[in-house]
């Protein structure tokens, strides 16, 4: 699976869009991108996911560039439950013989009142 | 509702005193697995299993066993504990096939060996 890059901690102001970004400059033309949260310590979360065109649904949008190299989650108006960590995920749809989720280090992202 | 529930939530024991930590879900799904989370090492696989009856190792197998008698159900067994398996542990759930396959994950295990 392609690594990803996040970077580490982002804060966002309540009620603002929250715009998290994810460099996957070597991602291959057979693999998504899926984005997970975790809010402390809880289970990971399913956000998204896309593979080249832009997505959205009840939670986020998710915006892949032309090249697919990087990807931005969109949270549109953020609110203080949605301060988490975010993960970027790059992964084979239907994940091969394990659908293993490979979990970076992510971003936390901070929603401040 | 649809969910993948853990137990127990919390546990203390130790060193060598055998331990189950159960895993269920309600979605009838093929693919079940598990994960430890460690400060700084972030979220790793220990073992999955496509179906009833069929299970692998992950990336940290050593130390633990799991079982797949039943489809709703994968507990982790750890047979003889030690310290180093004091860690965060999440049960994880999905269909199998080509669809989103977005995983359901419990609530967590937060497991102490002494």
């Known amino acids: 699976d392609a690594k990803t890059t996040q970077p580490t901690s982002m804060d966002c102001a309540e009620g603002r869009a929250a715009n998290l970004p994810c460099n996957h400059s070597?991602?291959?033309?057979?693999?998504?991108v899926y984005w997970y949260r975790q809010i402390h310590s809880q289970g990971p979360q399913y956000i998204i996911h896309?593979?080249?065109n832009n997505e959205t649904n009840e939670m986020a949008s998710l915006i892949i560039t032309e090249d697919r190299k990087s990807s931005t989650l969109i949270l549109p108006h953020a609110t203080l439950r949605d301060t988490a960590v975010y993960y970027c995920?790059?992964?084979?749809?239907?994940?091969?013989?394990?659908?293993?989720?490979?979990f970076g280090k992510g971003t936390l992202l901070t929603v401040n009142p | 509702e649809a969910q993948v529930t853990q137990n127990p939530r919390y546990l203390i024991t130790v060193t060598g005193k055998k331990l189950t930590v159960t895993c269920s879900q309600n979605m009838n799904h093929e693919y079940m697995s598990w994960y430890r989370q460690d400060p700084g090492l972030g979220l790793r696989q220990i073992y999955y299993?496509?179906?009833?009856?069929?299970?692998d190792k992950g990336d940290v197998p050593e130390g633990y066993k799991v079982s797949r008698k039943e489809k709703r159900n994968f507990p982790l067994i750890l047979e003889s504990p030690s310290p180093n398996q004091t860690s965060l542990y999440f049960c994880a759930s999905s269909f199998r096939g080509l669809e989103p396959n977005e995983q359901y994950f419990g609530p967590g295990t937060r497991l102490t060996v002494t």
């Open positions: 070597t991602i291959s033309g057979n693999e998504y």
């Open positions: 896309g593979l080249k």
């Open positions: 299993s496509m179906n009833v009856e069929v299970t």
């Open positions: 995920i790059v992964r084979v749809l239907g994940g091969g013989s394990n659908y293993k989720l490979t």
